[in-house]
Structures are given as structure tokens and as C-alpha cells.
């Protein structure tokens, strides 16, 4: 037993050794090939990475459990079965007796995470473009198809899941050419599941995908493309080396904050990080430079030597929150370790704003931006996860601007919306908006256009994605304001559609609106926490909703408390909350005096956590089932 155990660990040891003595050989720029592997969400990417890493014996089929993903790091990721960051990972492949660097950089497919993909892309040559067999195109193969066009990398069209009996390859390759001009013969058919046809795949990405034009001679210039916070090294930067060569102990410069590192440690993913004497011209890997905050490590920065300044490259946008949230603690006396607790998930995720926030009915809290719902839902779920604190999460709020006679105020929380009496200030509220596209089979086009119309759609437009046999396809798209999107519209499209509609959507800027805000009196006072901004159309229908979920969730009290939606003075909706006497001491007669007691304290203790709104007590944790849904 023991010399088993003993011998299985030998070999771990000596694999390891081998090809970390592979990955410090140097590779010059013909023998690397930089990629990302891009599709609709769920079509099989993080399978592909996987059994390309398996293929190349980076990983070994053992090391992992089974359905495990290996570049989904994140317990999320694990639960929900969706990559939330991009990942990187460097294999070493051999063909025709010459060793090759592959870096894959794996990319989300929510398009909450849509800034995730250009980002990883932009150190990419190449793409795989990965289409599912039995589903087709859909919308989000549509925006990420284009997003690498843009930036001009190759793309290989890789047909996944044909094992399935469903798979319909032949017809699929067909729709790639009529909608992105592909030509069917350069698809390539593979299922990722079992790893039939994947070793075309390397092929393909050897032949196809150019090296990265790089220059070993030229001065060093290093695009920082993502970076992680590590607790006793500082910043780690995923860098990819434009031209020069990147070694430990190199004195270089930030472009951006023009502030100076030393390279402690550097090295390539692999996929977990395996140090190198040297990144050289076309790499992609991590560097460790003593940054202390990650504020220091600005994406889309580029790094070059002290003393030989380059001219920065092109950045990226930077990610723009789409949906506001105020975050409080279900406890109001954590507010510092919630705080503390977002701090450090951020760190992680540079995508998220913070502020801090406080009302009178929750306390202490911040305000959160995010990309999107799923990003919101998926960063509360870290913040459980990682740092067990519960939290209370509001209404999610998009950004409108309130244009002034003089100035224009951006306002992502209710609270600072101007209330009706102060409208006669304001010129013009204008709301953000999207433009949307939607591919679904032609027989639910008329449920789909009436969904989109009830959500406020305007410019509805459609034409024929591809037509074989009786299942034709249909492109719709339209301009929506993205605040119909942020709530339950993704579920209402998938359930209206029987699951076959996929929907992608990209900023349209912003337009005049008639919004209004809604605010919700308990026993005549209003609880800020609870406001909204609606849309004039909407008012009754939302208004009625939240006072009766209100009614269901808010405990009675020793008197009747009237539950209403206001729009400045105008009542919306009401509901009566009756009157109820919570007598803890019935049924304890006579000689029970110790037990009363007991009881009467204990009711006092739960009245400490209570909140008082006017003259109704609240415990903190009816929010959070007032707003968790
Ligand atoms: N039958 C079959 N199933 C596959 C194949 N490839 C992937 N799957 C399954 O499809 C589902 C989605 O695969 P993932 O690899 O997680 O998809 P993804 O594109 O990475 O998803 P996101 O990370 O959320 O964007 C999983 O249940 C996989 O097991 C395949 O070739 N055949």
C-alpha cells in the first residue's frame, strides 16, 4: 500500500518536473500561439479547455474529479456551472517533433461578463469559435463573433457536442456560413465531452493561428490584462509581452501611474503558476512586483523598463456598471466586517464600484455597481460564500441622468431621484437603454414580440436567421430601456419560449423617459430602503405588487398599520395590515413567574434587533425576504 502510494507520488513528482523543465526552456515568438476559446454560455468551453489541457498532459484526467472544471476556480463557478472570470493557461504541445507554446485564455459567456471577453481577447492572435451541435447560433455567438473580428484575430469554427443524437453538424455549419460568412468546410466537428476530434483542434491552431508578431531586440512593452490579489505577495499581473524580454529582477514602469516596480517573480499559468527565468516576446503570464493596492494594477496598462519609455498602447474601455444595489448587513453591527468583506472581494473583481450608503431603515451600507443581475447575484453569492456574512440586497436601480437647467446629475440610487414636487427644476430625466437581439424558433416570434412589448421595446425589428426544414429561426431585435431587463425579463423569455430563446444585448446610450418615484409608507412614514423608480405606465401594476408582497411579509403589530405605494402625494395602492397583540406570557399561570420572566426578557432581546419605522417595528431580517426576491 504504502510503496503504491509511494510510487503514484514519484510519478506526480517526476511529470511535474518534466514539464516544468519543458516550460523553462525558452520559446521564441514562431512557437507560440495565443487564444481564447469564445461561444454562447453553456455551449462547452470550460469542457474544451479542459480536455485541450488533458491533451497536452498539462493536466492528468486523474488529478481531477469527475465534472469538476479545472478553469472554473471560483465556488460559484463550481455550483453554478458558469466561468465568471477569465482564466489563462500555458500547454506545452508537440507536433512534428517541435514543442510549442499554447496559451489559452478561457472567456465567460454571460453577457453580464462580455467585458471579461474583449479584455482577454485583446492578448489573444486567435479565437475558437464554438458553436453547440444540437442548438446552433445564438445570441451571444453573435456579439463575440464580432468582437473578435474587430480586433481582427483569426477565428476557428469548431462544431461542439456531436456525440449528442441530436447534433446536427451539417446543418449548423450551413447557418455559420450564412451568418458569419464562414465556410463549412473549415468546421471543425469534435465533441468536447468524450475528446472525439479535439486533436484537430491543436492541429488547427497551430496551422491557422498566426504567432504574435514580436520583437526579442525591441524595448519592453508589456500589456497588463487582468490581475488577482494575493494576501502575502500583493498584486499578481497576467501580462502579455508585446516586444522585449520581461526577466525577475528588472527594474519596470508603470504608463499609466508612472510609478516603479521591481519584478520579484514571474512566471507562466499552468494552469496553476509555475515560475520562469524569463516571459519572452508573444507570452502570456503572471508578474509579482510588490504592488501593494490593486488600484496600482490598471488594466489595459502598459509596462515597459525604467529608463526606455514606450508609447502606451490602446487600453480598454473601462467596465461600466449597468445595475446599482445598496448591500447592507442582515446584522446591523457587522456593517464593518461587511464592508471589510466587499473590500477584499473586490480586489478580486475590479469590475464592481463601491460607495459607501445610509438609511434610516438599514443602517450602515454601500452602494454597489455592477455589470449586470447575474453579476450582482454571483458576487452576493462570493460575498456568502467567501466571507460568510448574510446580506440584505435593495431593488436593483440602473443610472439616469437628470438634466437641470445648469447641470446633469447621474442618480443610481432612489433616494437622490428628485420627488415630484422638485420635478418643476428639472429639463429632462433620461433613462439608459439597450439595444437587444433575440434568436428564437419562428413559432414563438409572437410571444416574444409581445414580451418585448410590454417591456417598453420600441424599433422592434426581425428577419430569418436561416431556414432548414420546418425549424427556421428568427433574429429579432429592438432598443429596450435596460431597466425592463435588470429585473425578471430573462426569465420571462426563457419561459415564454420554452427555453429556446437567447438573448444578448449591448449599450444604446440614453433617452427621455417619464419615470417617476415610487415610495412605500408604513403606517404613513416612508422607509427609504424600499424606493423605486418606475415608469409612468407601470405605476399601478407596480405599485399593487410590492404593497401586497409588503402585506405578506411584514409581521402585524399591536395596532393597524395602512401599507402604501406613493408617487409624491398620490397613493397608489394600499393594503391594511390588522391589528395583533403578541401576548408571550399566555398559557404561563400561577406559580410559572420564573418562566414569564424568562419570556418577557427574551422578547425584550428580540426588540433590540427590531427597527422602527415611525411606530412599527421591523426586524432587519423582513427586509431581506421583503428583497430577496
Ligand atoms: N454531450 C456533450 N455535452 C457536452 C459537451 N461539451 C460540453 N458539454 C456539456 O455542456 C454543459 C456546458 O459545458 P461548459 O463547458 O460548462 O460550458 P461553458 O461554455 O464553459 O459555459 P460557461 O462557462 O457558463 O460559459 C456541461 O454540462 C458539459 O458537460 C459535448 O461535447 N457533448
Redesign the pocket.
Known amino acids: 500500500m504504502l510503496e503504491c502510494w509511494r510510487r503514484a507520488c514519484l510519478e506526480v513528482f517526476q511529470r511535474n518536473l518534466r514539464s516544468h523543465n519543458a516550460l523553462r526552456r525558452e520559446f521564441s515568438s514562431s512557437a507560440c500561439r495565443n487564444f481564447s476559446i469564445i461561444?454562447h454560455?453553456?455551449?462547452?468551453?470550460?469542457?474544451?479547455a479542459d480536455r485541450l489541457l488533458e491533451l497536452t498532459g498539462t493536466i492528468d484526467k486523474k488529478d481531477r474529479g469527475l465534472?469538476q472544471?479545472v478553469l472554473?476556480k471560483l465556488k460559484v463557478e463550481r455550483e453554478r456551472?458558469?466561468?465568471v472570470k477569465a482564466q489563462t493557461a500555458s500547454m506545452i504541445h508537440t507536433h512534428e517533433g517541435r514543442k510549442y507554446l499554447l496559451n489559452l485564455i478561457d472567456t465567460?459567456?454571460?453577457v453580464d461578463f462580455a467585458w471579461e471577453v474583449s479584455r482577454s481577447m485583446a492578448a489573444c492572435q486567435g479565437a475558437l469559435l464554438?458553436v453547440d451541435a444540437t442548438q446552433g447560433v445564438q445570441a451571444q455567438s453573435i456579439s463575440v463573433f464580432h468582437i473578435a473580428k474587430e480586433r481582427g484575430l483569426t477565428i476557428i469554427p469548431v462544431l461542439?457536442?456531436?456525440?449528442?443524437p441530436a447534433a446536427q453538424p451539417e446543418i449548423i455549419a450551413a447557418q455559420m456560413q450564412s451568418t458569419f460568412g464562414i465556410n463549412p468546410e473549415d468546421c471543425l466537428h469534435?465533441?468536447?465531452?468524450?475528446g472525439k476530434g479535439v486533436e484537430k483542434v491543436l492541429d488547427a491552431i497551430l496551422a491557422r493561428i498566426p504567432p504574435p508578431r514580436a520583437d526579442a531586440n525591441a524595448p519592453l512593452k508589456a500589456l497588463l490584462f487582468d490581475s488577482s490579489y494575493d494576501r502575502y505577495r500583493g498584486v499578481i499581473s497576467l501580462v502579455n509581452v508585446q516586444s522585449g524580454v520581461l526577466r525577475k529582477g528588472d527594474k519596470i514602469a508603470s504608463c499609466h501611474t508612472r510609478k516603479k516596480y521591481d519584478i520579484i517573480d514571474l512566471g507562466i499559468m499552468h494552469p496553476e503558476e509555475v515560475s520562469t527565468t524569463s516571459l519572452r516576446p508573444g507570452q502570456v503570464g503572471y508578474i509579482a512586483c510588490n504592488m501593494k493596492e490593486s488600484s496600482e494594477a490598471h488594466i489595459g496598462d502598459t509596462l515597459h523598463r525604467v529608463g526606455s519609455p514606450v508609447e502606451s498602447m490602446p487600453g480598454f474601455k473601462p467596465a461600466k456598471a449597468m445595475v446599482y444595489a445598496g448591500v447592507f448587513p442582515v446584522d446591523s453591527n457587522d456593517f464593518p466586517k461587511l464592508e471589510e468583506s466587499i473590500k477584499r472581494l473586490t480586489l478580486t473583481d475590479r469590475s464592481v464600484e463601491v460607495t459607501r450608503e445610509s438609511s434610516t431603515a438599514l443602517g450602515q451600507g454601500c452602494r454597489l455597481g455592477f455589470l449586470g443581475t447575474l453579476h450582482m447575484e454571483v458576487f452576493r453569492q462570493r460575498l456568502e460564500d467567501e466571507y460568510n456574512s448574510s446580506v440584505i440586497i435593495t431593488a436593483p436601480t440602473v443610472p439616469y441622468k437628470v438634466v437641470y437647467r445648469d447641470r446633469t446629475v447621474m442618480v443610481s440610487n432612489p433616494t437622490d431621484f428628485p420627488d415630484p414636487e422638485a420635478m418643476i427644476k428639472v429639463k429632462d430625466i433620461q433613462e439608459p437603454i439597450v439595444s437587444t437581439t433575440i434568436i428564437v424558433p419562428q413559432e414563438y416570434l409572437g410571444e416574444m414580440m409581445d414580451l418585448c412589448y410590454t417591456h417598453r421595446a420600441e424599433d422592434l425589428d426581425h428577419r430569418y436567421l436561416d431556414i432548414s426544414g420546418d425549424s427556421a429561426r428568427i433574429i429579432l431585435t429592438c432598443i429596450m430601456p435596460l431597466s425592463e431587463i435588470v429585473t425578471d425579463f430573462f426569465d420571462k423569455l426563457k419561459s415564454r419560449s420554452s427555453g429556446f430563446a437567447s438573448f444578448d444585448y449591448e449599450d444604446a446610450g440614453y433617452k427621455a423617459s417619464n419615470l417617476s418615484k415610487m415610495t412605500f409608507l408604513l403606517n404613513g412614514r416612508p422607509v427609504d430602503a424600499l424606493a423605486l423608480i418606475v415608469h409612468r405606465t407601470a405605476e399601478q401594476e407596480v405599485g399593487r405588487a410590492w404593497v401586497k408582497k409588503l402585506h405578506k411579509v411584514i409581521p402585524r403589530q399591536l395596532f393597524e398599520v395602512p401599507i402604501q405605494a406613493a408617487v409624491g402625494r398620490r397613493i397608489i395602492a394600499r393594503e391594511t395590515l390588522s391589528a395583533y397583540r403578541a401576548d408571550v406570557t399566555a398559557g404561563l399561570y400561577g406559580g410559572h413567574y420564573e418562566r414569564k420572566l424568562k419570556h418577557l426578557e427574551n422578547q425584550k432581546e428580540s426588540k433590540k434587533k427590531m427597527k422602527k419605522i415611525g411606530t412599527v417595528e421591523l426586524p432587519q431580517e423582513a427586509f431581506y425576504d421583503i428583497l430577496k426576491t
Open positions: 461561444a454560455i453553456d455551449h462547452g468551453k470550460s469542457t474544451l465534472n472544471q472554473d456551472g458558469i466561468t465567460p459567456g454571460h464554438l461542439n457536442k456531436i456525440d449528442l469534435i465533441s468536447a465531452k468524450s
